[in-house]
C-alpha cells in the first residue's frame, strides 16, 4: 500500500499508560466514523506499516488504541507517526462536499467566465484552502469556501464555482485568455 492509495486519518501523538497503548490525534471531520477499526498503515522510515487495532476509545477528536502485540518501548517509538487508510475507507460525500484529492484534473466552470481551467492541486493556506487552476499556462487560485462553490457535478467531473468579483481578471489581465 502507497500513500497514493491512502489518506491520512491522523497521526499518534503520545504514548498512554505502561501497557504499549497509544493516543491517536483523528484529523477527520467525523471521528466517530472510524470507531469499527481494526487496522491502521502506520508511516514508518521504511514505508506504510499495517498496525492490527486490539481496542479503540474514541472522546472527541482523539483516540486510546490498544495495538496487538505493541510493547511500551514500541509505542514511544512510534510518536509522531502519521496514520493511513486506504481511499476506498473515505465515507462518501454528497451534494457539493468533496474531498480535496477527488477533484484534481476536474474543470472548474465560473458563473460568469465559463471554463476558467482545470484543477492541478488544493493548496493548504492557513487562512483558506484554495484551489490551485491552470488555464494555457496561467495560475489561477480560487478560495474553497461555501459561498464560491455552487454545484459539485461528480459524474462528469465539473466544479461550478462563482468566484469573488474580479478575482480571475487579476490573474488573466495580462493575457489573451
Known sequence: MTQ??????????????????????????????????????????????????????????????????????EAHSLVGCRLFLPLEMLP??????????EVIGWHVVDAEKGDIGTIESVM??????????MKNGVEILIPI???????VDRKEKIMYIEAPNGLIDLYLQNTNQ
Open 124 to 133: 493548504e493556506n492557513p487562512a483558506q484552502p484554495l484551489f490551485q487552476i
Open 4 to 73: 497514493d492509495e491512502c489518506f491520512q486519518l491522523g497521526k499518534i501523538t503520545k504514548p498512554f499508560g505502561f501497557k504499549g497503548q497509544v493516543v491517536f490525534f483523528l484529523d477527520v471531520d467525523c471521528p466517530t466514523d472510524y470507531e469499527g477499526l481494526d487496522a491502521v498503515f502506520v508511516e514508518t522510515k521504511s514505508g506504510l506499516v499495517p498496525y492490527f487495532i486490539k481496542e479503540l476509545n474514541i472522546n472527541g477528536n482523539k483516540a486510546v488504541v490498544t495495538f496487538e502485540e505493541l510493547t511500551a518501548d
Open 92 to 101: 462518501k460525500l454528497t451534494g457539493n462536499k468533496f474531498y480535496f484529492h
Open 145 to 151: 469556501i461555501d459561498p464560491v462553490i455552487k454545484k
